[in-house]
């Protein structure tokens, strides 16, 4: 091998380096935004599955109360069930409007997150299930 070949050899190896290098810190800068990205989405997340843990006490709440006025009461007459009925439809209607917006809310999460949307099937036929054992 002669003298300028070793050279050309060596330049291109330090070509290749320099390609390689680049390359791995481009890899790296990815997986930085990659894993920013990630906890960013994992809070929303978060946030998303607190909202639902919210949303099940008050769904548990609602239902204690609808229970209380569906049992019979000795001291109210009529105008007392009809009151009763009126309270628990406001409540049904409030439950409702919460759910549509959580589930507006979590819409953007559930995108990102496959699993989630089997989560959020879930719990959105458990609360249909619950808003159904509501109607008299």
Same mark, same amino acid.
């Given at each position: ?11 291109? $190896? ?32 978060? $946030? ?10 008050? $769904?548990?709440? /609602? ?13 109210? +007459?009529?105008? +007392? ?9 406001? /409540? @049904? ?14 819409? +953007? /999460? /559930?995108? @990102? ?7 959020? +099937? ?15």
């Amino acid at each position: 091998m002669s003298q300028q070949e070793s050279e050309d050899a060596v330049k291109a $190896l330090a070509k290749e380096k320099d390609l390689l290098e680049r390359e791995k810190w481009e890899l790296r800068r990815q997986a930085k935004e990659a894993t920013d990205h990630a906890s960013a989405l994992r809070s929303q997340l978060d $946030l998303k599955d607190n909202r639902m843990k919210e949303l099940e006490a008050e $769904l548990a709440m /609602v239902s204690s109360v609808t229970r209380r006025a569906r049992a019979p009461r000795r001291c109210c +007459g009529s105008s +007392g069930a009809q009151n009763a009925s009126a309270s628990c439809a406001e /409540v @049904k209607h409030s439950l409702r409007c919460c759910t549509r917006a959580f589930a507006a809310g979590v819409a +953007g /999460v /559930v995108e @990102k997150r496959p699993v989630a949307n089997e989560e959020l +099937g879930t719990f959105q036929a458990r609360l249909d299930g619950a808003l159904s054992n509501l109607i008299w």
